[in-house]
């Protein structure tokens, strides 16, 4: 019995030790602003076929929560272009975006950052970063795995795993919860809002969050091309014709391609959703204009009819967001800067170069929207765009 006691004592002793030693290694290597997260790999998610392009399980950084902001959770979709062909897929399924293998640490600041005064009304929440692995904004569920490649094309399954672990893990008690998604993981974050809204308390304010991810249909044919060839690439190799991840509503419609367009399912919403995004956002002018147009824009060098067209493409994403008619349900943050993300660039979620409208900043705005204290439908009223200045 002494024995026992005496050993435990020192056990004691060693662990206390070692939590000093642990302590202060931290506090001399951590910068508060930016620090890194280990990945945290599903490996169950394998039996269900949860998986990346290339087999692998799906994986998140995961920051807890702590103080009074532990039962809140912030859940971001990650981006990261498409593969739009088996060739696209197959490269990509080598990399970090199409393999959990290839992942990093992630490094967590801005809008994930713990640092109260950089990020006063969320620094203490419990943070997740899913990683995107499936090629097509998590909307793939296809059985079949062709021999000859081995990909598989499965992120509604990832989505749907990722999802029931972080019940598990107590999002399933949150008070307050955000399902945020940049770039190509902001089509997810509108498809899976209200699935993720059924998931948690009605009692609990749960809000989702479009960053730099509402690409729109361009009514000019010519432009309009670029993005449909994407959405009919992802279409074919991911939903092969069943579409069974895609709203009826939308599907029911029209093809599911074009389902694929943040505008064609947003009216179906019934979470509230707030779309982050420039109407001169990089990718989507880029995409439509080719590479070309990001020199002319930043040296101010834009022809007379590059003009007109940037002009024209705003028309069209100004007439595709949701009106402004209930910005509780649909609020909107939409800033003229020739950026693209600001979730996923963290540092423009931050106070070190937030993009501002009308004095503005957007992580400001964002938070008076979710907080329910000002209903932001915000837009930028200048028709051209102004160079990126990060
Ligand atoms: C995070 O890890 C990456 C390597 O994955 C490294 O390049 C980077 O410097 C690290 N950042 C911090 C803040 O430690
Ligand atoms: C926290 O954020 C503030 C405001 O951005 C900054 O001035 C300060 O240096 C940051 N603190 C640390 C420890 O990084
Ligand atoms: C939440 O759900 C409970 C039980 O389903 C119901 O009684 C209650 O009225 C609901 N509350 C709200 C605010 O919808
Ligand atoms: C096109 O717009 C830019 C501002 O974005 C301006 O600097 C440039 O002079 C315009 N080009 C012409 C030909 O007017
Ligand atoms: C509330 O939001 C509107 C835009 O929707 C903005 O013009 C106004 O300045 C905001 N008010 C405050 C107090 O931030």
Redesign the pocket.
């Known amino acids: 019995m002494m024995m026992v006691t005496r050993s435990f004592q020192l056990f004691v002793l060693f662990i206390f030790t070692l939590t000093i030693v642990i302590t202060e290694c931290a506090k001399v290597t951590q910068?508060p602003d930016?620090?890194?997260i280990t990945k945290t790999i599903i490996h169950s998610a394998v039996s269900k076929g949860a998986v990346c392009l290339d087999g692998s399980p799906p994986a998140y950084h995961f920051d807890p929560g702590f103080g009074d902001g532990v039962g809140n959770w912030l859940v971001q979709l990650s981006g990261g272009g498409w593969c739009t062909n088996v060739k696209e897929c197959l490269d990509r399924a080598k990399s970090d975006l199409g393999s959990s293998n290839y992942m990093?640490?992630q490094?967590f600041q801005g809008f994930f950052s713990k640092n109260q005064s950089a990020n006063p009304e969320f620094y203490n929440w419990n943070k997740v970063f899913v990683r995107y692995c499936d090629g097509g904004s998590f909307t793939g569920d296809v059985e079949y795995v062709d021999p000859a490649t081995k990909l598989h094309f499965r992120g509604a399954r990832i989505f749907t795993v990722v999802l029931e672990e972080l019940l598990a893990k107590g999002l399933k008690n949150a008070k307050n919860a955000i399902l945020a998604g940049s770039s190509a993981g902001g089509y997810p974050a509108m498809l899976y809002c209200d699935g993720f809204r059924n998931s948690l308390p009605n009692t609990s304010r749960v809000k989702c969050l479009v960053d730099s991810g509402y690409f729109v249909h361009f009514k000019n044919p010519v432009l309009g091309r670029p993005f449909e060839s994407i959405y009919k690439g992802i279409a074919t190799l991911q939903l092969q014709g069943s579409a069974k991840t895609l709203p009826k509503s939308c599907t029911s419609k029209m093809k599911p391609e074009l389902c694929l367009f943040a505008e064609n399912i947003q009216q179906d919403i019934k979470t509230p959703i707030f779309i982050s995004m420039s109407a001169f956002d990089n990718i989507m002018t880029q995409y439509t204009l080719g590479g070309g147009i990001y020199g002319c824009i930043q040296e101010g060098t834009c022809t007379a009819s590059q003009n007109k067209t940037l002009q024209e493409m705003r028309s069209d994403f100004l007439n595709a967001i949701p009106k402004g008619n209930n910005p509780k349900l649909r609020g909107v943050f939409i800033d003229v800067v020739h950026h693209h993300t600001s979730l996923q660039k963290q540092t423009r979620w931050s106070p070190v170069k937030p993009i501002v409208v009308h004095n503005l900043a957007a992580p400001k705005a964002f938070a008076d929207w979710y907080f329910d204290r000002n209903y932001t439908y915000l837009i930028d009223e200048r028709s051209l765009p102004l160079p990126n200045d990060s």
């Open positions: 910068n930016v620090y890194n990093n640490p490094e």
